[in-house]
């Protein structure tokens, strides 16, 4: 069955964190090496606005994965800018869940005027360094050996994705 896509909601938060901790406590996807308060993950999900969007997934009514766009930087040049981040309860990974989320939260970035959007993967997880790429997104770099987690330094894939840009002159705020 496939998952259908919606803006999350104050009331998502507690199968998002969920969702998180299972995989800060099983995967290296996630260099959190401690899981996540109910009340550290309202502080991130204030922190998303319109700019910002956080998706879940559901399947009859069930969130079985969640993605979201978060500020880049909080240096104003950036402002265009943003991190990707996916996760899919282990259950349901490898069903079509991760790729329509992150379908949905593309078009969602696009729709809120982003024009970059990047994502950094552990270093082996090819299964989401593929879905990355059948998306438009590229390779841009490795961060080498930058996270220690389970007894190993782990490198990181930095991958990007560029949005038209159809107004090359921009006015500042």
Known sequence: MIASVRRAEPGDLGAITEIY?????????????????????????IKHGPKHPIMVAEIDGTITGWASLSEWSDRRAYADTAEISL???????????????LETIILEGEK????????????GNDVSVHLHESFGFEHIGIMREVGWKFGRLLDVVLMQKIYPFENPVRVEE
């Open 112 to 123: 809120v005027g982003l024009h970059s959007v990047v994502a950094r993967i552990v270093a």
């Open 87 to 101: 996760y899919v309860k282990e259950e349901h990974r490898s069903k079509g869940t991760g790729r329509r989320l």
């Open 21 to 45: 901790n299972e995989a800060v406590l099983t995967t290296d996807a996630s260099f959190d090496t401690e899981p996540k308060t109910e009340d550290e993950q309202r502080a991130w999900f």
